[in-house]
């Protein structure tokens, strides 16, 4: 696997984990809005999901493991 292989694939994770924070701070910001309030512990969990989710994708880079598709060819 090349460096820019390695480079493009970090950015990649990096992107998806800033657009999954992203959407989680949209949520948070609509039920703010709302009055409504979410609590700390369900945040946390959310941000622990997020986590995974880049550490995973960070893992599946290093060792060529293939992440999951949503949408496949055949």
Do not use: D, E, R
């Amino acid at each position: 696997m090349s460096l820019s292989g390695i480079l493009l694939g970090l950015i990649n994770a990096g992107i998806v984990v800033a657009i999954l924070l992203l959407v989680g701070a949209v949520i948070m910001w609509f039920c703010n809005w709302m009055s409504m309030t979410i609590p700390a512990n369900v945040q946390k969990g959310y941000i622990a999901v997020v986590a995974l989710i880049g550490l995973y994708m960070i893992v599946a880079l290093l060792f060529g493991i293939p992440t999951i598709h949503i949408i496949t060819s055949s």
